[in-house]
């Protein structure tokens, strides 16, 4: 006879990028404090592999790539990760196979990022039990849910009508159809396939997704009602995680230093994420703004951020000039820190859910400068659902960059901003406490994954 209760190794399948590890990383750390094994299961990828080898305690295994680079450019990136899914199903299934031989068979379950849906044919073939994991917020699964329904035909269709445009998601008011998530994935016959694979929980008993009751509790609603599996808000991981989580590029320290010199909330934040790239026209606008406004700047340049410039040495003289005056950068920021900071009183972010969910634990309000996607949904909700920040729409300028981090550093609506974000942070916090709603949730799925392997069979 198999004891299966004795089984506490967890693997996690990750998307090798910035935005999906990080959250992974801190789920694991979250379930080794709890006596689980973690093993991470990565794709060939040189520099998600360097940073994840940092995580302690963490054991890690390959997943053999079969996609050509060369191939991966041709195509949408929707297309590309239907590619991947496909070409990766088989590799996979050999490396669990290796697992079990090699650890004596004592995998719990398999923790995978929703868009490793190719996980799933290896848990059923090898009977294991799996959990999908949601980086991102439980409105965007919602609007996944949503396109995956639709025809791409018909939608294209109804949406040149200005009244199915405008017309609002049931349960999900202020969204409305045109605000789903459909630029900068490729064509939308290709995104609506992804989604309807992304939706399909197959054999996966529950799903996990990093965020909390207070933030999405419309949303996390409609999920459980539509969804036939368990659904688990663990936010916000990053703080009850020891650590933040591997980064791809280097942390330069030394803004902490820069910031200890500065005011109580005095200083913009801008960080524009790991992916996302500027024209240097907007970037000329948005640096006019900012030493126009007379509030002190610490600016994330990341290499190839800005197109046509290869990092900090080859920005333009003026910008150089008006940083030396006023402002500080840097490659690559320790966020979760910076926004920590007593000196930092707002963030100018493009969006993306792991920055919005550290600036709201922090209440640091926001503007919102989103390049596509899911940023300008989650934008949408900084604005107009919590009321924490303003987005920018349209081309940048250096007259509403001004105007804008006045309104959030300077004027009464931007103290408004800060006293909603703080609150936020509150109730955030109240969720991770013992008997808060994320406490709960973590307890019932640690619960769930024990039970998955309490039974014996021959």
């Not at 396939?193 to 933030?215: D, Q």
């Not at 250096?398 to 006293?419: C, F, I, N, S, Y």
Request: hydrophobic share 40%; charged share 20%.
């Amino acid at each position: 006879m198999e004891n299966r209760a004795e089984k506490r190794r967890i693997v996690l399948v990750p998307v090798t990028a910035q935005g999906h590890v990080t959250p992974m990383m801190q789920l694991g750390e979250a379930l080794q404090l709890k006596g689980f094994s973690i093993t991470v299961a990565q794709r060939q990828f040189k520099q998600i592999s360097s940073s994840l080898q940092h995580v302690p305690g963490f054991d890690f295994v390959t997943i053999l790539e079969s996609l050509p680079q060369s191939e991966s450019k041709k195509v949408g990136p929707a297309e590309i990760l239907m590619k991947l899914n496909k070409t990766s199903e088989a590799s996979f299934k050999e490396c669990i196979s290796q697992l079990l031989l090699q650890q004596g068979n004592d995998i719990a379950c398999i923790i995978y990022d929703k868009l490793m849906y190719f996980c799933e044919a290896a848990a059923k073939e090898f009977n294991l039990p799996s959990v999908i994991f949601s980086s991102s917020s439980a409105t965007i699964q919602v609007c996944y849910s949503v396109l995956s329904k639709l025809n791409a035909e018909k939608f294209l269709t109804d949406m040149k009508d200005p009244e199915m445009q405008d017309k609002v998601l049931e349960g999900l008011h202020p969204l409305r159809y045109r605000d789903l998530p459909t630029s900068g994935f490729g064509p939308l016959e290709t995104l609506l396939e992804m989604c309807r694979e992304v939706v399909n929980t197959r054999t996966a008993s529950a799903i996990i997704i990093n965020t909390a009751n207070c933030l999405e509790s419309s949303s996390l609603s409609r999920l459980q009602q539509e969804l036939e599996i368990s659904v688990y808000p663990l936010d916000p991981l990053h703080i009850t995680a020891s650590l933040p989580g591997p980064s791809l590029l280097q942390e330069d320290m030394s803004c902490v230093g820069w910031l200890n010199k500065q005011k109580p909330r005095s200083v913009i934040y801008i960080s524009l994420g790991s992916k996302a790239h500027m024209e240097t026209k907007e970037l000329l606008e948005m640096a006019w703004g900012l030493a126009n406004s007379n509030q002190p700047f610490l600016w994330v340049f990341r290499p190839g951020s800005i197109l046509g410039s290869n990092g900090i040495e080859s920005l333009p003289e003026e910008i150089s000039k008006m940083v030396s005056e006023r402002g500080y950068i840097v490659k690559w920021a320790p966020q979760i820190e910076v926004l920590g900071h007593p000196a930092v009183g707002g963030f100018w972010s493009h969006c993306g859910w792991n920055s919005i969910l550290e600036s709201i634990s922090e209440g640091v309000p926001m503007i919102c400068r989103p390049f596509q996607g899911e940023q300008k949904l989650n934008a949408m909700y900084v604005e107009s659902v919590w009321r924490i920040g303003i987005q920018v729409g349209g081309e940048v300028e250096r007259g509403g960059v001004e105007r804008d981090v006045k309104r959030l550093m300077m004027d009464e609506e931007g103290a408004d901003m800060r006293e909603r974000a703080l609150d936020l942070k509150e109730k955030l916090k109240a969720s991770v406490r013992s008997g808060g709603s994320s406490y709960n949730a973590s307890t019932s799925c640690i619960i769930r994954i024990i039970r998955m392997n309490t039974h014996t069979k021959c």
